[in-house]
């Protein structure tokens, strides 16, 4: 079945900087991709999500990118903040129901 | 906005004994997930359920049951709780099998 790889585990950056997450799926028949961003003690909010059918998207100081070729996924936060400090997980779904999500990326913005 | 509650947050269970986790939506969603977070595991899909009165295997369904008695509530039911399944849990609800709406978690200690 689908397998998702996500890097890296932990991330630091400085205020403005970006943060770059990716993960690498082996299905090519997956068919569609989320992000999502998982505050302390809560559940997992979408963040941004896109078609097998599209190679880039932006959307509020976040860029993702899905390179099919290689199988992979990233998510950019340009100018990050002390409020995006979070755990982000992506998430693959093929062509069934299940929705397999990566490992997670826990995210430090430091001022 | 998509409302899912679950219950209770946090329980304590002795090994053994039988635990039943709830879920409610009222999103009028027909997809509803249970998943299982642990530290550096990501999410792993437990049980998911298309329609009422049917549910599905994920892919560690192992010592657990699910029920979805109406299309409002999804259960999950540990019958023999074990150390091994403590475990921050989380359902989740979709309109269409691509975006989740998760609920806060349930923080399992099983002693």
């Known amino acids: 079945g689908e397998q998702v790889e996500q890097r890296p585990p932990h991330l630091s950056v400085r205020e403005g900087d970006s943060a770059i997450i990716i993960c690498t799926y082996t299905?090519?028949?997956?068919?569609?991709f989320s992000w999502y961003k998982q505050e302390a003690g809560a559940g997992l909010q979408l963040l941004m999500s896109?078609?097998?059918?599209?190679d880039r998207k932006e959307e509020q100081g976040l860029t993702v990118l899905l390179n099919k070729k290689d199988k992979r996924l990233s998510l950019n936060l340009t100018a990050a903040h002390p409020g995006d400090s979070a755990v982000y997980f992506c998430a693959v779904r093929t062509g069934g129901y299940k929705v397999v999500f990566g490992s997670g990326t826990r995210l430090l913005v430091s001022p | 906005e998509a409302a899912v509650t679950q219950s209770p947050r946090s329980k304590v269970a002795v090994t053994g004994g039988k635990v039943t986790l709830s879920c409610h939506q009222t999103n009028n969603h027909d997809y509803m997930y249970w998943y299982r977070q642990d530290t550096g595991h990501g999410l792993r899909l437990i049980h998911y359920?298309?329609?009422?009165?049917?549910?599905e295997k994920g892919d560690i369904p192992d010592g657990y049951k699910a029920s979805r008695p109406s299309q409002e509530n999804f259960s999950l039911i540990l019958e023999l709780a074990s150390l091994s399944q403590t475990a921050v849990y989380f359902c989740?609800?979709?309109?269409?099998?691509?975006?989740?709406?998760f609920g806060a978690g349930t923080r399992l200690s099983v002693l």
């Open positions: 359920s298309y329609v009422a009165d049917s549910t």
């Open positions: 989740a609800s979709s309109p269409s099998q691509n975006t989740l709406y």
């Open positions: 896109v078609l097998s059918n599209v």
């Open positions: 299905d090519s028949a997956t068919a569609y």
